[in-house]
């Protein structure tokens, strides 16, 4: 089955402790990106990378670090998480950016005490 | 600056009911439009992307239409279902040329279905 799996689903964490939130899609897709929903502000673009090792800043990348080793693989990183990353966060995938609709993961709901 | 605005927030409906929800947008220069649902809880599933010479879509009870000269686009859902209560988000891709896209995200409409 085609699907973008996230881990972990919730976190509860405190302000500063680095902690790392893992997508991986079965796809073979070389499109990939990380979105953050809050209400009030619909979903927006974190980091995106186009392929294995390229990867580029979305709008609200500050305070966000990503990597691209493996095609499957594109794990978000907090290095210093704060509070106002609290939010619920999904990875996506598609074959590129502009016609394929992209798959989401099922979302990470982080709260950062 | 690219904006797409949705219409309305939220919506409660019949079961059965047909409904429509509006997406306009200011994005240029257009190359696709896209609607998702989400349900609550899960992550946004696609519905429907139309390019430029496409006004209209269907995938099963949704149609999505498109006016690509007045820069609307509308989800149409007939017949509606309890199933069918979800957020409803339009996307707006813009490409600017040297495979660089920009995607701008709609805020969504609340759509709930009631007995």
Redesign the interface.
Known sequence: EAQ?TQNPRYLITVTGKKLTVTCSQNMNHEYMSWYRQDP??????IYYS?NVEVTDKGDVPEGYKVSRKEKRNFPLILESPSPNQTSLY?C?SSWD???Q???????TRLSIL | KNQVEQSPQSLIILEGKNCTLQCNYTVSPF??L?WYKQDT??????LT?M?FSENTKSNGRYTATLDADTKQSSLHITASQLSDSASY?CVV?A?SGA?S?Q?T????TKLSVIP
Do not use: E, W
């Open positions: 973008v009030g502000l619909g979903l927006r673009q186009m999904f996506a950016r502009n016609n609709p992209q798959h989401f993961g099922d979302g | 190359s696709n896209r809880g899960r992550g946004p599933v696609s992307i390019t988000i891709i490409y495979g896209y995607l995200f709609g805020k969504g």
